[in-house]
């Protein structure tokens, strides 16, 4: 079974610019949740998404955004990049239901805003 | 509002002898743990998890970690550490009332294995 594929894995922007990254989950799962992971915080969750619908959202400003889509791919959107935004993106699936099951992480996209 | 604490920034051990990453919660009811482990770049890979029962949890390369409900730890050890197994350790915690799948992370924990 392939596991979780995310694109680009590397991307350099400028500040200002706006960028979408890309999540596929692993064949069955529909729940798919971000998460931004920097040095100094940490990894901070930034939503989720079950069904087309965002579940849970963190605390990040609404630069950030995100959809999913009906084979439950994923995307995320940073517009008006920082260079506070420069992190590695992770993204993890994981099968419906009980929420006792694990996420499964991606390689993430590590994302430089110049 | 839920948190993981991981005291230590880095652990360092000698390969063969035991080590232990600790790991302290706070949740809101019973909690979902979990530990994760990073290689460097790349994505965090699943190790183990508690959700309830047996308090001693058993996971992936020969890891294990115990539940500890009245000190609200779930520390993580092997008993013969692997140069291998240096990497960055996570621990996470999800309330079982959460909605959702989201995970709060711990800081993480650097182990360092040395031959």
Same mark, same amino acid.
């Given at each position: 079974k392939a596991g979780v594929t995310q694109t680009p894995r590397y991307l350099i922007k400028t500040r200002g610019q706006q960028v979408t990254l890309s999540c596929s989950p692993i064949s @069955?799962?529909?729940s798919?949740?971000?998460?931004?992971?920097?040095? @100094?915080?940490g990894l901070q969750f930034l939503f989720e998404y079950f069904s087309e619908t965002q579940r849970n959202k963190g605390n990040f400003p609404g630069r950030f955004s995100g959809r999913q889509f009906s084979n439950s791919r994923s995307e995320m959107n940073v517009s008006t990049l920082e260079l506070g935004d420069s992190a590695l993106y992770l993204c993890a699936s994981s099968l419906p239901g009980t929420p006792n099951n694990e996420q499964f992480f991606g390689p993430g996209t590590r994302l430089t805003v110049l | 509002?839920?948190? %993981?604490?991981? /005291?230590?920034? +880095? %652990?360092? %051990?000698?390969?063969?002898?035991p080590l232990t990453? $600790?790991?302290t919660y706070s949740v809101s009811g019973n909690p979902y743990l979990f530990w994760y482990v990073q290689y460097p770049n790349r994505g965090l +890979?699943?190790?183990? $998890?508690?959700?309830?029962?047996?308090n001693l949890v058993k996971g992936s390369y020969g890891f294990e970690a115990e539940?500890? $409900?009245? +000190?609200?730890?779930?520390? *993580?050890? $092997? /008993?013969?550490? *692997? %140069?291998?197994d240096s990497a960055l350790y996570f621990c996470a915690v999800r309330g079982l009332?959460?909605?959702?799948n989201k995970l709060t992370f711990g800081g993480g924990t650097r182990v360092l294995v040395k031959p």
């Open positions: @069955g799962h529909r798919v949740s971000w998460y931004q992971q920097t040095p @100094g915080q | 509002a839920q948190s %993981v604490a991981q /005291p230590e920034d +880095q %652990v360092n %051990v000698a390969e063969g002898n990453v $600790k790991c +890979q699943f190790l183990l $998890k508690y959700i309830t029962g047996d539940f500890n $409900k009245s +000190q609200t730890s779930f520390h *993580l050890k $092997k /008993p013969s550490a *692997l %140069v291998s009332r959460a909605a959702g």
